[in-house]
């Protein structure tokens, strides 16, 4: 009925904090330019663009799920724009759906994210290796 929510909310949030530390990042890289020319360097990719790759996989799921739930008539263009909401029985319901089905969404769809970073991490890690070992 309305399990797209929480993950709409963490996407709000994440969108938040993917422009606040962008600006962070981009407000500092003079500094992290001058140590990085006398280092050893290998691509690397910023925490902000880690942060936008959640934010993608969470609308892109809200979009899917928002999609589904008006194809099915839960959500209309009318207030209270859910239908569960609009008697207390239902309302109880949605909520229960919301904090069990919702919450597990953004769960599993912030642990899939912690994956791909872990995996981007590793390989940042093996390529800084082999351009230490071939500058030597």
Request: charged share 20%; proline share 4%; net charge neutral.
């Amino acid at each position: 009925m309305a399990c797209f929510i929480v993950p709409a909310a963490e996407a709000i949030v994440t969108t938040i904090a993917a422009k606040v530390i962008e600006k962070k990042e981009l407000s500092s890289a003079p500094a992290a330019e001058a140590y990085e020319e006398t280092a050893v360097s290998a691509p690397k990719t910023s925490f902000a663009r880690k942060l936008k790759w959640l934010r993608n996989l969470l609308w892109g799921g809200c979009a899917l799920l928002a999609f589904e739930h008006v194809w099915h008539g839960e959500v209309v263009p009318w207030f209270p724009f859910l239908t569960a909401a609009a008697d207390a029985a239902d309302r109880a319901e949605m909520l229960h759906e919301m904090a069990t089905v919702g919450v597990c969404m953004a769960l599993i769809v912030t642990a899939v994210w912690g994956v791909m970073v872990g995996v981007s991490v590793l390989l940042e890690k093996k390529s800084q290796r082999s351009a230490q070992a071939n500058e030597k």
